[in-house]
């Protein structure tokens, strides 16, 4: 199977993130990538920020490691500093504090166990005022497998999957504001057992769940396969809000308003 078709969906999302950008005005120069995406996402932004400075986290070492296959590592990028420092940790392992402007995440929300620790470690990563972009998948996504599961009589939980609405109000308890969310279905068609596993490995989705005995969830998974077409729908969640000022406690902003025509 092509490398490429690996990272369609990544790709899709990434492009679709990207076309908001066009309605922002600021111009970020340090951009925290949380999630490495075969450079995709990277790729997107260096066309549109020139000037940023990237640095890439993602707990998947192998991830980071096709990332970095992607760029041009060679002395010419070394000269003129166009290579991208990495870091493998998990979302919740503290980001340096106040470094970035843009925080980018294509869909690697779904490899932590909560999204609220996250959430405020993005927080901590940003400037005042700094711009958080993410993608993840919502509530509505793997309706037809949970549903093939259930009729074989096997639990299935999957507690990283949320509403955006949910996911909205997260953001704006922890650490920013103006969240704004939207969502949009994908309905995926397999044929075989080889491409569904792929998407699932490269979507985070399958270790995300929480299985009673996965052995035999594969099992029926892989019979439906051999049996014919499965299709499963994706329920696309983007999200963006901006990272709230943060004072000492005890104080207060002061703002000043400019005197009426007509005040004496």
Known sequence: MKQSNRWQIHRL???QM?????FVTAVPQHIALVGADNDISRQYLAA???KAQFHEYDPRADFLVQAAAQRHTGFFA????????QS???????????WADMLWANLSLITASEPVAVFENWAQCLQTHGLLFFTHLGGDSLRELRELLAQQGMAVQTPMLFDMHDLGDMLFHHGFYDPVMDTAKLVLDYHSAERFWQD??????????????E?????????????????????TVFGHAV????????????QFFPKRKNQE
Do not use: N
Request: glycine share 6%; hydrophobic share 45%; net charge neutral.
């Open 88 to 98: 493998c940790q998990s979302l919740i392992e503290p980001l340096p504090i106040a």
């Open 200 to 213: 699932m490995e490269t979507l985070g989705v399958w270790s995300s769940l929480v299985l009673d005995d």
């Open 243 to 254: 990272k709230k000022q943060v004072l000492p406690a005890g104080e207060s902003p002061i």
């Open 78 to 85: 070394k000269l003129t500093g166009k290579t991208v420092p």
């Open 18 to 22: 990207d076309e908001r950008l066009a």
């Open 215 to 235: 052995a035999a969830a594969r099992a029926a998974i892989h019979r439906r396969l051999a049996a014919g077409h499965f299709s499963l729908t994706l329920e």
């Open 48 to 50: 549109r920020y020139p």
């Open 13 to 15: 999302l990434a492009e």
